[in-house]
């Protein structure tokens, strides 16, 4: 009876993931790499900017250029593959088709150092420019992304960009 109520509710998150990738604004107009971004980045670090929400510009850029780094040494704690075979693909399908990403932007990457308090804005462009630069660079194979699992790189750049601009969200100029 357990796997039944797992197969259930896993299908139902799918459904649920499907309908949700659906409602989102698709996000046509921008490409999803990083040669795109680092120009928008650059504008931000000319330019004071505030956050609306609960971190600072220095740990919000900072966290995205965590996200980028773990690319490449490995996340500190990964979901089950269940969780990503099922869910994490799913959700990472949504996320591609609606060329959008939702998440909790206040929620630190799992078993990461907590991110510094203090630094400036123009400091954690700095850091997030040299992380997605440093993988851009990247030859070697990449390590599995904590929800999503094994991504090609192409695929795996995706998900940072979109992670960077749901980030992005919270930036004032």
């Known amino acids: 009876m357990q796997r039944r109520t797992l197969i259930t509710g896993l299908a139902g998150g799918i459904v649920a993931a499907a309908g949700v990738a659906l409602l989102w604004p ?4 921008q490409a999803l790499t990083i040669v795109a971004l680092l120009p928008q980045l650059d504008a931000l670090a000319a330019a004071p900017v505030r956050s609306t929400g609960a971190w600072t510009p220095f740990q919000i850029f900072s966290h995205c250029a965590q996200t980028a780094e773990y690319a490449l040494t490995g996340f500190p704690v990964q979901k089950s593959k269940l969780f990503q075979d ?5 959700a990472f399908a949504a996320f591609s088709v ?5 998440h909790g932007l206040a929620e630190p990457i799992e078993g990461a150092p907590a991110l510094p308090g203090a630094g400036t804005a ?8 040299q992380s997605l630069l440093a993988f851009s660079a990247h030859q070697g194979s990449l390590q599995p992304h904590f929800a999503y699992g094994a991504l090609e790189k192409r695929d ?4 940072l960009v979109l992670h960077v601009h749901n980030h992005l969200e919270e930036i004032r100029t």
């Open 26 to 29: 698709r996000r046509d107009a």
């Open 86 to 90: 099922s869910v994490g693909k799913t």
């Open 98 to 102: 609606r060329r959008a990403m939702k």
């Open 122 to 129: 123009a400091q954690g462009i700095a850091r997030l420019r």
């Open 156 to 159: 795996y750049e995706a998900a």
